[in-house]
């Protein structure tokens, strides 16, 4: 072995320490976030309509003039996360940095149809983030989640009680609800086609269900939620919405949706509601009636870094602050033979989400 090829012990340590220093500060590029859509800092580029230098920010910002270079130091890191890109400008002779959008970052612009921001700030909020420093302590309780160790109850009960996270949290929902349903009314049609009925249980204020009754003028749509979510909310011609326990029971339809429900509960909880699903499409059975899930399938094998890191730190979410968990292909498979099910399809067609198609 040549000698410029000997692993250098010190580098190695080093390289090491910045590996662990990196995990550690990890929270800053999501506090960053949240801090650049408080602030409106997509909203203000968008509007300058071209690149915007940091006093031209400020300016639109608002904020503390004594403060612009830590607005400096702030779009920095954003720069280096990729939600912002920074170029030059040429002005009078010289040149100046500017700051542009992104494809990432337009997705955070208030306006945008499909914006991500609402569920940006329901996933940073400290009612979400702050279980975390408590599962140290749910390991050695009886708690069934950190979250419970935390509040003394589990999110969707404390959701009921608290109207300000309520809101923050359904808003966050419906921002997810609008992007997933854009995708399945434009690339997944044939999931929807030859139903008359279909049931979207937890599907929070409805947006996905009416995503769906207005690409499918004919298919009678009716949402499942908590008597809290639905107050107040009004239907439409083929939408309604009823209150309700989907433990308990599921209005009969050909078809039962569920967006990002199953990861909240654990298998025993699943199979119990795959029952009720069962019995609800049973009369739908010869006519091709199924269940539809809109869920993570968690491959560590074919998954790139980025995308598998991003799922198993949901599945470290769903741990912290629900009794559920990301699945595998096979720990699906398990859930649809023990309720019963003979047959699924998946179709990876939502990113880091796929569309699991279950059938009787």
Same mark, same amino acid.
């Given at each position: ?10 580098? &190695?340590?080093? @390289? ?5 220093? !990196? ?6 590029? %999501? ?11 997509? @909203? ?11 006093? /031209? ?10 403060? *612009?270079?830590?607005?400096? $130091?702030?779009?920095? =890191? ?36 499909? %914006? ?33 160790? $935390?509040?003394? *109850? !589990? ?10 996270? !309520? ?8 921002? @997810? ?70 433990? &308990?029971?599921?209005?009969?339809? @050909? ?47 074919? /998954? ?6 991003? /799922? ?30 003979? !047959?699924?399809?998946?179709?990876? =067609? ?11």
């Amino acid at each position: 072995m040549a000698l410029t090829d000997a692993v250098d012990p010190i580098q &190695e340590l080093l @390289d090491a320490q910045s590996h662990v220093w !990196n995990l550690i500060f990890s929270y800053i590029s %999501s506090m960053s976030l949240k801090s650049a859509i408080q602030l409106g800092i997509p @909203d203000a580029i968008h509007k300058h309509n071209k690149p915007i230098t940091l006093i /031209q920010l400020a300016d639109a910002l608002s904020i503390n003039k004594a403060k *612009s270079h830590a607005l400096f $130091r702030l779009m920095r =890191i954003l720069v280096h996360s990729k939600i912002f890109n920074k170029v030059k400008i040429s002005k009078d002779e010289d040149e100046e940095e500017a700051y542009s959008l992104t494809r990432t970052s337009r997705l955070l612009l208030r306006d945008e149809p499909l %914006s991500f921001s609402p569920f940006a700030l329901a996933m940073i909020d400290p009612i979400i983030a702050d279980p975390f420093h408590n599962v140290t302590e749910w390991f050695k309780d009886e708690c069934a989640s950190p979250f419970f160790t $935390r509040n003394g *109850s !589990n999110l969707f009960e404390l959701a009921g009680n608290d109207r300000v996270f !309520n809101q923050v949290f359904n808003e966050g929902m419906a921002s @997810d609800a609008r992007f997933v349903g854009s995708i399945l009314v434009g690339k997944c049609k044939h999931v929807f086609e030859g139903l008359t009925t279909l049931v979207d249980v937890g599907g929070g204020t409805g947006t996905v269900a009416k995503v769906v009754a207005d690409a499918f003028s004919g298919l009678k749509c009716v949402v499942l939620e908590l008597p809290h979510v639905v107050a107040r909310l009004e239907g439409s011609e083929n939408l309604s919405f009823v209150s309700g326990d989907m433990f &308990e029971f599921i209005p009969p339809a @050909d078809a039962v949706f569920f967006k990002w429900i199953f990861h909240d509960w654990s298998d025993e909880d699943c199979i119990k509601i795959l029952e009720r699903c069962k019995e609800a499409i049973f009369s739908s059975k010869e006519k091709g009636g199924k269940v539809i899930i809109v869920d993570m399938v968690v491959d560590c094998e074919k /998954q790139e870094d980025e995308g598998i890191e991003t /799922q198993l730190s949901m599945d470290m979410l769903m741990m912290a602050v629900t009794t559920g968990k990301e699945r595998s292909e096979k720990e699906w498979a398990e859930l649809f033979s023990a309720a019963g099910f003979l !047959n699924y399809k998946i179709t990876p =067609i939502l990113g880091l989400r796929s569309v699991i198609e279950v059938f009787l």
